[in-house]
C-alpha cells in the first residue's frame, strides 16, 4: 500500500482565515482524494483531485471553499478558506492503489474558534 | 442518493466472543465492499474487502456479502480489547474509486 502523510497534524485556527492541508504520496498515482470527518460523524467525500485538471467537487462543496491543487502525481494540497466553527474536523486524503481499494493518510485535525 | 447504513452502537461484547457488525447499502449497483477500523482519534484503517456473495476469512476476521438483501457483515472472532474501536462500512460501484461511508458502529470489547 502507498505511504500517505499529511502536514499539519493538527491545527488551531481562527474564524474567517484559510489553512492549506497538504499530502505527500511515496508513489506516483493519478487520483487523490479529500475527505472530511466531523466530529463524531462518518467520512464524507469533499473532491477528487486529478493531475493536470481540475478537482471535481462532490455536492455541497464548491472550488471557492475548498480550493485543492495537484501540481504533480504525488503532492496535492486542501484549502479550508474562510473558516468558521462548523469547518472544525479531520480531513483526510486518501489514494486507491493498484486495485479499488483505498488507503488513508494520518488526517489533519482542525479546530476553528 | 446512496445510502449505506449501520447501526451506530455502542455495541459492546465480551471478551473471547464474536463480534457481530452489520451493513446495509441502498444501490444495487454497488460492487465492492469494505470495513475499516478507526480508532478515536486516528484514521481509518482497511481490514477487509469483499467483492463477491458469501465469505472471506482473514485470521480473526470473516466478511459475508449478501447483494440479493444488500447486506455486508463483519465477524469477529475471539474478541480482544484492541478490538475496542468503530468500524466503518464503505461500498463503491466498480470502476469507480470514490468511497461511500455509514455512520459506522461504535464496538467495545469487555474484559
Same mark, same amino acid.
Given at each position: 500500500?502507498?505511504?500517505?502523510?499529511?502536514?499539519?497534524?493538527?491545527?488551531?485556527?481562527?474564524?474567517?482565515?484559510?489553512?492549506?492541508?497538504?499530502?505527500?504520496?511515496?508513489?506516483?498515482?493519478?487520483?487523490?482524494?479529500?475527505?472530511?470527518?466531523?466530529?463524531?460523524?462518518? +467520512?464524507?467525500?469533499?473532491?477528487?483531485?486529478?493531475?493536470?485538471? =481540475?478537482?471535481?467537487? =462532490?455536492?455541497?462543496?464548491?472550488?471557492?471553499?475548498?480550493?485543492?491543487?495537484?501540481?504533480? +502525481?504525488?503532492?496535492?494540497?486542501?484549502?479550508?478558506?474562510?473558516?468558521?466553527?462548523?469547518?472544525?474536523?479531520?480531513?483526510?486524503?486518501?489514494?486507491?492503489? =493498484?486495485?479499488?481499494?483505498?488507503?488513508?493518510?494520518?488526517?489533519?485535525? +482542525?479546530?476553528? +474558534? | 442518493? &446512496?445510502?449505506?447504513?449501520?447501526?451506530?452502537?455502542?455495541?459492546?461484547? #465480551?471478551?473471547?466472543?464474536? $463480534?457481530?457488525?452489520?451493513?446495509?447499502?441502498?444501490? /444495487?449497483?454497488?460492487?465492492?465492499?469494505?470495513?475499516?477500523?478507526?480508532?478515536?482519534?486516528?484514521? #481509518?484503517?482497511?481490514?477487509?474487502?469483499?467483492?463477491?456473495?458469501?465469505?472471506?476469512?482473514?485470521? /480473526?476476521?470473516?466478511?459475508?456479502?449478501?447483494? $440479493?438483501?444488500?447486506?455486508?457483515?463483519?465477524?469477529? /472472532?475471539?474478541?480482544? #480489547?484492541?478490538?475496542?474501536?468503530?468500524?466503518?462500512?464503505?461500498?463503491?460501484?466498480?470502476?469507480?474509486? &470514490?468511497?461511500?461511508?455509514?455512520?459506522?458502529? /461504535?464496538?467495545?470489547?469487555?474484559?
Amino acid at each position: 500500500s502507498a505511504v500517505i502523510s499529511q502536514k499539519p497534524s493538527r491545527d488551531i485556527c481562527q474564524r474567517g482565515t484559510s489553512l492549506t492541508i497538504q499530502c505527500q504520496v511515496d508513489s506516483q498515482v493519478t487520483m487523490m482524494f479529500w475527505y472530511r470527518q466531523q466530529p463524531g460523524q462518518s +467520512l464524507t467525500l469533499i473532491a477528487t483531485a486529478n493531475q493536470g485538471s =481540475e478537482a471535481t467537487y =462532490e455536492s455541497g462543496f464548491v472550488i471557492d471553499k475548498f480550493p485543492i491543487s495537484r501540481p504533480n +502525481l504525488t503532492f496535492s494540497t486542501l484549502t479550508v478558506s474562510n473558516m468558521s466553527p462548523e469547518d472544525s474536523s479531520i480531513y483526510l486524503c486518501s489514494v486507491p492503489p =493498484e486495485g479499488d481499494t483505498q488507503y488513508f493518510g494520518p488526517g489533519t485535525r +482542525l479546530t476553528v +474558534l | 442518493q &446512496k445510502e449505506v447504513e449501520q447501526n451506530s452502537g455502542p455495541l459492546s461484547v #465480551p471478551e473471547g466472543a464474536i $463480534a457481530s457488525l452489520n451493513c446495509t447499502y441502498s444501490d /444495487r449497483g454497488s460492487q465492492s465492499f469494505f470495513w475499516y477500523r478507526q480508532y478515536s482519534g486516528k484514521s #481509518p484503517e482497511l481490514i477487509m474487502s469483499i467483492y463477491s456473495n458469501g465469505d472471506k476469512e482473514d485470521g /480473526r476476521f470473516t466478511a459475508q456479502l449478501n447483494k $440479493a438483501s444488500q447486506y455486508v457483515s463483519l465477524l469477529i /472472532r475471539d474478541s480482544q #480489547p484492541s478490538d475496542s474501536a468503530t468500524y466503518l462500512c464503505a461500498v463503491n460501484d466498480f470502476g469507480n474509486e &470514490k468511497l461511500t461511508f455509514g455512520t459506522g458502529t /461504535r464496538l467495545t470489547i469487555i474484559p
